[in-house]
């Protein structure tokens, strides 16, 4: 039997987590062994209960449960003590940073720890469900309208009363990558006249096709882009 082990996460206002209740019953159906590090799903709404209920055992002992553990899964890349406790030829999957020199890497090598770095796998067709970065670039787009609503210090829609009208905001997003497209959806949902500005012609489509008017500075460079 596979023991996965999911880890908790200890990042500052980190509050994802690497495995949900729903599809701990997929593992277990598959015949692995899934195990919980305590209190793992609290930030993200889950309670240790949730995972019981599918199945899934919950860690009283780290550090014995990361020994035992074939592969061992975490959103962000686990600190060098928890590294170091993981056995010989342990597979460890997450958002690893693989292109940033640190001490973890050269650690993956002496402990032949084969670690999947999510962030780097190549975002094509067959591999759209494994694909974080658009995902979380997805909800990015979403929370950054919703933090400048916030921050604002008027209403975004436009609103017309007995005393007055109030003017929609104007909502401005430079780069219309996934991020930038979701951040145009949700402006114009709260009501905002959204502009945005993308170097490339190709995305004026795109951005059109969302209600929003597309910037052009100089189209001749826009072209050569």
Request: charged share 25%; aromatic share 6%; glycine share 6%.
């Amino acid at each position: 039997m596979i023991n996965l082990l999911v880890l908790k996460e200890t990042a500052e206002n980190e509050r994802r987590v690497a495995l949900i209740p729903e599809d701990v019953k997929k593992y277990f159906d598959l015949g692995f062994k899934v195990t919980i590090e305590k209190n793992a799903g609290i930030t993200s709404g889950f309670l240790n209960e949730d995972y019981k209920k599918q199945n899934a055992n919950i860690s009283q002992n780290i550090k014995k449960s990361i020994k035992k553990s074939n592969i061992i899964i975490k959103v962000q890349k686990p600190e060098l003590g928890i590294i170091k406790e993981m056995k010989t030829g342990t597979i460890l999957i997450g958002l690893l940073s693989p292109k940033k020199i640190s001490s973890e890497n050269s650690l993956y090598n002496k402990k032949k720890i084969s670690a999947f770095a999510l962030e780097n796998i190549p975002r094509i067709t067959r591999a759209q469900d494994k694909d974080v970065l658009s995902s979380q670039s997805n909800l990015s787009g979403y929370k950054a309208v919703l933090d400048a609503a916030h921050e604002y210090s008027k209403s975004f829609p436009m609103m017309m009363t007995a005393a007055g009208t109030i003017t929609p905001a104007k909502v401005l997003v430079l780069g219309t990558g996934v991020a930038g497209l979701q951040a145009i959806a949700t402006a114009k949902r709260l009501g905002a006249v959204v502009s945005a500005y993308d170097v490339r012609l190709a995305a004026k489509e795109e951005v059109e096709s969302l209600g929003a008017k597309f910037i052009v500075f100089d189209e001749e460079v826009l072209k050569k882009s």
